[in-house]
């Protein structure tokens, strides 16, 4: 089952992980730095003070 993610969908510190059984999650990079981030954000994420559009101006995505 995928869920909705939200903002991390399209936050350059967002990664979707699948686990073994087939569940997804969203991995934040922030959480590395900052202790505000969780590792795994509950789902959907609405509102964050920490996202940053993964793509730039020309359409080129940016993971970290
Ligand atoms: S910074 Fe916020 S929007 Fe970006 S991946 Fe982390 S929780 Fe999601």
């Known amino acids: 089952m995928t869920l ?3 903002l991390c969908d399209g936050c ?3 990664r979707p992980i699948r686990s073994r059984r087939g569940s997804q999650f969203w ?3 922030r959480h590395t730095t900052d202790d505000r981030f969780r590792k795994y954000p509950a ?3 609405l ?3 920490g996202y ?3 793509r730039d101006q020309d359409g080129e995505e940016n993971r970290e």
């Open 4 to 6: 909705p993610a939200g």
């Open 12 to 14: 350059r510190f967002g």
């Open 27 to 29: 991995l934040c990079a």
């Open 43 to 45: 789902l959907p994420v």
């Open 47 to 49: 509102d964050c003070p």
């Open 52 to 54: 940053q559009a993964s």
